[in-house]
């Protein structure tokens, strides 16, 4: 009998869909059969316990027996799921354990960035091979946002997605036979990068330029608010991942990053431990003009299990009701990607990041709604040491409240509160705390709690 379960440890809120997808594409690509009818991802709860784990149910694989999900952080350019096939749970730096499937998944379309979708991820397939080099990696694009696939895509996402084909990434929810193929030779990387329209006047173009000892690529790593940093993410990807690109069609001499903006004060302070520094001293780039710091090391570990953060417990209340019948309106739950704003008609809205009076739009971590009683919720997510700073930031939302939630959602009964990680607390939960899960994982409701919230986790075999 074959012992091994199926292991998924993701920075992500986890959705059925997107889980759905993983578990087909580990079926095909590692020779195993996936049946199911709908998966259920459910918590782990005993006596009124979490364990920091989620069983995904209602799927049968041939060889594996259960389907487990924990939720981790990454030290750096962390993918969004990794897939192990092992009996038990992965060991923080083990030295023996590795990831069959390395995941990223957006719902970034190329109608809403060309950037982001494809260049500010980058740098994570270039990351990871320093851990785990044997890993299959996949860019998933989810089905969340609607696309076109009889429209041509921008040269940004034909180029980045042709460099992440070459360095052998497999792309999901993307027509890859249509319009993408990976390149052959440096030239033709080259070519294609030089041909695309350049940036408005005033940005730095990354251009590619080859001498017989060097190649040499522009891209401004520092952003204009913060002079000499490191801190142009789309930059960061989109530089390393052409370098990889480059080491990987046979470029052995030196590559030189120019026009970057970082100072050299900068690169001393830090002794190396950005994750572009990371990845110079990996592919042995340079910046122009600087030293470069010498001994770089990388973190000791890739990811590590949550137990900080307050996302478990928002994240666990997401989950819990969502499973007991619950609608998500909008979620950023901490660290994780960045939501639409669902109206009760099923539309989707990109919120933006300024309100109708120019003020920064300030969003729960959260908003939930039960449609039988018309309760909608917007949590905030805080951890116990940051509690009061929560219980003010909620009393901020009279925007998302006024102009979406009162807009699409009239008539709803609206309570804004909290949920609340760590710590050891038994006591008296403050009125705006609506769940409280402890370092042990010890779940408390409030017990003025509404009735869909109750409901939901007495399911779960919470009885106070």
């Known amino acids: 009998m074959n ?8 920075e992500e809120r986890p959705k059925n869909h997107v889980i759905t997808k993983i578990l087909e594409l580990y079926a095909r690509d590692f020779n195993d059969s996936f049946k199911s009818n709908g998966i259920s991802i459910e918590p782990i709860i005993n006596n009124e316990t979490f364990d920091f784990t989620y069983e995904v149910k209602n799927v049968t694989l041939n060889f594996a027996n259960k389907i487990y999900l924990k939720t981790v952080s990454g030290f750096s350019s962390f993918f969004d799921f990794l897939l192990f096939k092992q009996p038990d749970a992965p060991i923080e730096n083990s030295s023996t354990e590795a990831p069959l499937m390395a995941i990223e998944e957006t719902k970034t379309g190329d109608d809403e960035s060309r950037n982001t979708g494809v260049s500010q991820r980058g740098s994570k397939f270039v990351f990871i091979d320093e851990f785990y080099p044997n890993a299959k990696t996949y ?8 696309r076109d696939d009889n429209k041509k895509p921008s040269d940004t996402s ?9 360095l052998g990434a497999t792309i999901i929810g993307k027509e890859t036979d249509r319009w993408f193929k990976p390149f052959k030779t440096i030239d033709e990387v080259i070519s294609f ?4 329209r350049k940036p408005p006047k005033g940005n730095i173009p990354i251009e590619i330029t080859k001498y017989n000892d060097h190649i040499e690529i522009s891209g401004r790593l520092s952003k204009p608010a913060n002079e000499g940093n490191i801190g142009h993410d789309p930059n960061i990807g989109g530089l390393s991942m052409i370098s990889k690109c480059l080491r990987t069609l046979g470029w052995d001499k030196d590559i030189i990053i120019t026009l970057h903006g970082v100072s050299q004060d900068y690169v001393d302070r830090t002794k190396g431990k950005n994750k572009f520094l990371y990845i110079c001293n990996s592919l042995n780039m340079s910046l ?3 030293t470069m710091p010498k001994n770089v090391s990388l973190p000791e570990n890739y990811w590590h299990y949550e137990r900080k953060s307050e996302k478990v417990a928002s994240i666990l209340l997401h989950m819990v009701c969502s499973k007991h019948g619950m609608n998500c309106v909008y979620e950023n739950h901490a660290g994780c990607e960045r939501g639409y704003f669902w109206t009760k008609d099923k539309k989707e809205i990109t919120l933006p990041k300024k309100d109708k009076n120019g003020n920064n739009l300030l969003l729960p971590d959260v908003v939930l ?6 309760q909608i919720l917007l ?4 951890k116990l040491s940051t509690l009061k700073k929560g219980i003010e930031e909620i009393k901020g939302y009279d925007s998302i409240e006024n102009d979406y939630i009162n807009k699409y959602y009239p008539g709803s009964n609206v309570l804004r509160c909290v949920s609340i990680f760590g710590g050891n607390k038994t006591g008296h939960l403050h009125q705006d705390v609506l769940i409280y899960v402890n ?11 509404p009735k869909c919230v109750k409901n939901a986790f007495k399911k779960e075999g919470l009885v106070h």
């Open 193 to 196: 990068k030089n041909k695309m």
């Open 379 to 382: 949590v905030e997510g805080k």
């Open 158 to 166: 034909i180029f980045g997605t042709n460099i992440l084909l070459t």
């Open 369 to 374: 709604y039960d449609s039988k009683t018309s």
């Open 3 to 10: 012992n091994d379960n199926i292991w998924i440890l993701t």
């Open 288 to 290: 122009d003009g600087l």
């Open 139 to 146: 860019m998933l694009y989810n089905e969340e946002h609607a």
């Open 439 to 449: 370092q042990s994982g010890k779940i408390f409701i409030n017990p003025n709690a």
